[in-house]
T-cell receptor, first 113, second 113 residues
């Protein structure tokens, strides 16, 4: 089955700096890579996703890159704000909402004001 | 759109009793729903895949007789934890799949005393 590794497990940045979280996956058949933000006591919230036919996607301060050959994908948050503090999970699945999603181990991001 | 609700949001039960958690897709129909379990400071682990009108598919290591899943309609799936024990205390999260992605519920905190 799919295995997703995520680094780092914790990340502290000063407000305004950038944060980068990296993930690797094992199943070459995976072609959908969502990123979720989870605040304490809440369910995960999709913040951005990328599909295997795209190498990079950006949405305001958030960007995701995908290297399908190396099976790497990364989340970049620029101009971080205190409200970005949360746990972030990368994930991988095959295309379609009917496919099970395998989550990474999570990164706790702390943005220091 | 694409809202998934869970009920209850939190529940406390005594060891040996059973508890039912509901997952509803509020504004769309979901032929497939997923149940995840998340222990403190850990990632989401898929427990089972629930398909409307058929038996759920359980992940390896998940006891199907302990975690009963029913997906009786296109908008409702239920998870019943039978004969609950303190080690079943966890955050249970459901998701509902559409053609392209999954939408996650807010989670249910179960505490077994």
């Amino acid at each position: 089955g799919e295995n997703v590794e995520q680094h780092p497990s914790t990340l502290s940045v000063q407000e305004g700096d950038s944060a980068v979280i990296k993930c690797t996956y094992s199943d070459s058949a995976s072609n959908y890579f969502p990123w979720y933000k989870q605040e304490l006591g809440k369910g995960p919230q999709l913040i951005i996703d990328i599909r295997s036919n795209v190498g990079e996607k950006k949405d305001q301060r958030i960007a995701v890159t995908l290297n399908k050959t190396a099976k790497h994908f990364s989340l970049h948050i620029t101009e971080t704000q205190p409200e970005d503090s949360a746990v972030y999970f990368c994930a991988a699945s095959r295309t379609g909402g009917y496919q099970k999603v395998t989550f990474g181990t999570g990164t706790k991001l702390q943005v220091i004001p | 759109g694409a809202v998934v609700s869970q009920h209850p949001s939190w529940v406390i039960c005594k060891s040996g009793t059973s508890v039912k958690i509901e997952c509803r897709s509020l504004d769309f129909q979901a032929t497939t729903m997923f149940w995840y379990r998340q222990f403190p400071k850990q990632s989401l682990m898929l427990m089972a895949t629930s398909n409307e009108g058929s038996k759920a598919t359980y992940e390896q290591g998940v006891e199907k007789d302990k975690f009963l899943i029913n997906h009786a309609s296109l908008t409702l799936s239920t998870l019943t934890v039978t004969s609950a024990h303190p080690e079943d205390s966890s955050f249970y999260i459901c998701s509902a799949g559409t053609t392209y992605e999954q939408y996650f519920g807010p989670g249910t905190r179960l505490t077994v005393t």
